[in-house]
């Protein structure tokens, strides 16, 4: 059973930074696509930053210049470096990750990021 665990959430003023992690319990190589997903209060879930294999990036456009997405293949670990915050991205973040051998994409518990105006 593969795992994600994220990490890096907490409270920041608009205009700070965050780093977000995501720790795969095996190698990243295995999955297609990993990427950080959000759900604010009382919205539907959507994709924030998605990074393919092939080291292919894509973004929401609410983030884009503010964010990146990149990996650390020794460590098995995605990351989402989050500038310029602003409380619009204020969510709940989610790591995910496609694998070939599923049909259902894995996800991690989430991790709250806060930001106040």
């Known amino acids: 059973q593969v795992r994600l665990v994220e990490s890096g959430g907490g409270s920041v003023q608009a205009g700070g930074s965050l780093r977000l992690s995501c720790a795969a319990s095996?190698?990243?190589?295995?999955?297609?696509?990993m990427g950080w997903y959000r759900q604010a209060p009382g919205k539907q879930r959507e994709s924030v930053a998605v990074i393919s294999s092939g080291g292919i990036t894509n973004y929401a456009d609410s983030v884009k210049g503010r964010f990146t997405i990149s990996t650390d293949n020794a460590k098995n670990t995605v990351y989402l470096e989050m500038n310029s915050l602003k409380p619009d991205d204020t969510a709940v973040y989610y790591c995910n990750a496609h694998s070939p051998r599923t049909t259902v994409p894995y996800w991690g518990q989430g991790t709250q990021v806060t930001v106040s105006s």
């Open positions: 095996e190698s990243i190589f295995s999955f297609n696509v």
